[in-house]
């Protein structure tokens, strides 16, 4: 509801980002251009080192590579996009990475440190790093790293920073609150009203008589050459690598058996045992039970002296495992070995002593190797077709890696090339309009797009089933204008478009003059000297737009930046047409009375309170550790990669 606000009041500091594909790790700090604390010209050092904080240096590399990966993101929307339109990031990444560094300096100081198992744990769950079967892979991983351009030691930097990030500001920000005091006004904001008028000026009553000449159009053309950019286009070639391409033995009898026997927990008999359980610290007290339980009579009435009631001692229907998760193994081999109404103990565990007694014995389920033979083939099977495509990409890789080309590579391992026509980073086609690059191989898509000239081409995974592919780039189109004779139409569709816009504005503008004079709003527009609907009246309350669920009016979002008797000028794209804006009064709002709207204001400024505490979190560390800037090499590193 307070969504606006939430929006005036964002900070650096937003939520952990633990994904590593973002790759952008800490880029949110940056986000309010954070000041550094200490800035310097340099002294004492590199020529590489852009900034120095608490000993720890952030250098032009990783500026570098942190450009090249923002790049890579920014390509996936735009595909034609070149280093130059980085520069309104380059601060904010330079931002990031101080204070990035900051927090890995401020952890060190104070012998705050990750361990590589916590790091560790991470990685492995980079969908990318994972195998056939869902757990972590060494190659899986390498080739990931491949594929994201980085090290190792970058992603660990990464992930190291974030962790930080998590451990180093959650305890800043976890119990920030927001003073009644503080969100009333901003309530009482929500609950004012405004009235004004709004005319409306559609282009279309300036169209008429409108046509282009060659020269015309040849112009616009020019001037707008960016508007009718065709994106890059690529011819790609690749080849699946499937299960189903890779042959393997049956299964031998001796296999089958091993694997039966190996899973007594799939075919074996599925016992089930009712079961009542005293759990005591020592082992004499355990005893106790044990001779009460034994002596006859309820197991609860026996373990009642120990303090322990019915509903403590009632463990109902266990199974081996199930039991064995609760009690530990050493327990669970004893009482599973145990008759029916036998009472086991006091056997000990990590839990303490414990005493308990079979109530009753259920069996039941279980398979014999003949009936299990046929989905033990197939299990096995499927193993073996995984384990030989591992094998199969790997070989491919590895003939790759000796300089072997796409189509070498697939000879030697007899794949069907497919290649496409000439396509756009979203798989469509402008020669083929029929074509669509298959959905399950979009991998393969971004991946073709990514790739240089001259890259080795890229093994990627399709997914669980569908194995992997390799593709490479056969063709590379850059990104340039559509020859105007192929697109004469539109352009002058556009001419005539932009020249109305241009008449319909000098209107409004003219109207909004006179209208700031004094005159009338509904005058001014009489004057204009072309046929205009008449101004209507318009009223809203600030939290009616806060709370639309329709995209709110230009006209009436403007009506709440004007002083009462001002008028602006406003484009209106629901109709395309102009829109004149005059406010005619304000209605203040009160939310003395509005005890749940002042709640939620409350709540709804949390977040940014956080945020805020966050951010100060972050420049006194800073502060403490001392911060200095190498401007001359941070000026050098802008202009060698973005340019002037």
């Known amino acids: 509801m307070l969504a606006s606000f939430r929006r005036l009041s964002k900070s650096t500091v937003g939520t952990i980002i633990m994904t590593v594909f973002l790759l952008l790790i800490l880029a949110s700090f940056a986000a309010g251009d954070i000041a550094n604390v200490r800035s310097g010209i340099g002294f004492g050092m590199s020529s590489s080192t852009l900034a120095e904080v608490g000993g720890e240096d952030v250098t032009d590399r990783e500026m570098s590579d942190a450009l090249e990966r923002r790049l890579a993101n920014v390509r996936q929307q735009q595909p034609n996009a070149e280093y130059a339109a980085l520069a309104p990031d380059f601060e904010p990444l330079l931002a990031s990475l101080i204070d990035q560094e900051a927090l890995f300096a401020f952890a060190n100081k104070y012998d705050f440190n990750l361990s590589k198992k916590l790091v560790d744990a991470q990685i492995a769950n980079i969908p990318g790093a994972k195998g056939l079967n869902g757990q972590f892979s060494d190659a899986a991983y390498q080739a990931w790293l491949q594929q994201q351009r980085m090290t190792d030691q970058q992603v660990r930097q990464l992930i190291g920073a974030g962790l930080l990030q998590q451990m180093l500001l959650t305890p800043p920000i976890a119990n920030a609150r927001v003073p009644v005091g503080m969100a009333t006004p901003y309530a009482s904001m929500l609950l004012e009203a405004r009235q004004g008028e709004v005319a409306v000026i559609p282009t ?40 189903d391409q890779v042959q393997v033995p049956a299964p031998t009898e001796l296999e089958i058996t091993d694997y039966y026997k190996a899973h007594p927990e799939l075919y074996g008999s599925q016992e089930s045992r009712t079961l009542s359980q005293a759990v005591v610290p020592d082992q004499k007290t355990a005893a106790a039970i044990a001779a009460r339980a034994r002596a006859g009579g309820a197991f609860a009435a026996a373990a009642a002296p120990a303090g322990l009631s019915p509903q403590d001692v009632a463990l109902g229907e266990q199974k081996r495992d199930q039991f064995s998760s609760l009690a530990g193994p050493k327990v669970a081999a004893a009482v599973f070995g145990a008759k029916a109404g036998e009472v086991v103990g006091p056997v000990q565990s990590d839990l303490g002593w414990h005493v308990v007694k079979v109530e009753s014995i259920k069996a039941g389920g279980g398979k014999t190797l003949d009936q299990a033979r046929g989905e033990i083939v197939a299990k096995l ?3 073996k077709r995984k384990e030989g495509l591992e094998d199969l990409v790997a070989k491919i890789q590895d003939a790759l890696d000796d300089g072997n080309n796409f189509d070498q590579a697939a000879a030697m391992a007899k794949l069907i090339v497919t290649r496409t026509p000439l396509l756009v980073a979203d798989g469509s086609s402008r020669q083929d309009p029929a074509f669509r690059f298959p959905g399950e191989l979009a991998p393969v898509l971004k991946s073709g797009f990514e790739m240089e000239p001259n890259d080795q081409p890229v093994i990627d995974s399709i997914g669980q089933e569908g194995g992997y592919a390799m593709v490479a780039p056969v063709q590379i189109i850059s990104a340039a204008p559509a020859p105007l004779a192929q697109i004469k139409d539109r352009v002058a569709k556009e001419w005539i478009d932009n020249q109305a816009m241009a008449r319909a504005r000098a209107v409004a503008a003219a109207i909004v003059a006179k209208a700031d004079k004094g005159m009338p709003l509904a005058q001014a527009v009489a004057q204009a000297g072309v046929l205009l609907p008449a101004p209507r009246p318009v009223s809203a309350r600030r939290l009616d737009l806060t709370m639309s669920q329709q995209p709110v009016p230009e006209p009436v979002r403007m009506m709440f930046n004007l002083m009462p008797g001002k008028s602006r000028m406003v484009a209106d794209p629901r109709v395309e047409a102009l829109a004149v804006v005059q406010l005619k009064t304000i209605i203040p709002g009160n939310a003395g009375a509005q005890p749940t709207l002042v709640a939620k204001v409350q709540s709804d400024f949390q977040q940014a309170v956080a945020d805020e505490y966050a951010r100060q979190f972050l420049v006194a560390v800073k502060a403490k550790l001392g911060v200095k800037r190498n401007e001359s090499a941070i000026a050098a590193e802008r202009k060698r990669i973005i340019g002037n």
């Open 204 to 243: 279309a009553s300036f169209r008429t008589g409108m046509t282009p000449t060659d020269a015309d159009l040849q112009r616009f053309y020019t001037s707008n050459r960016a508007r009718y950019m065709i994106p890059e286009q690529r011819m790609l070639k690749f080849a699946r690598i499937t299960p």
């Open 381 to 383: 099977t499927a193993d």
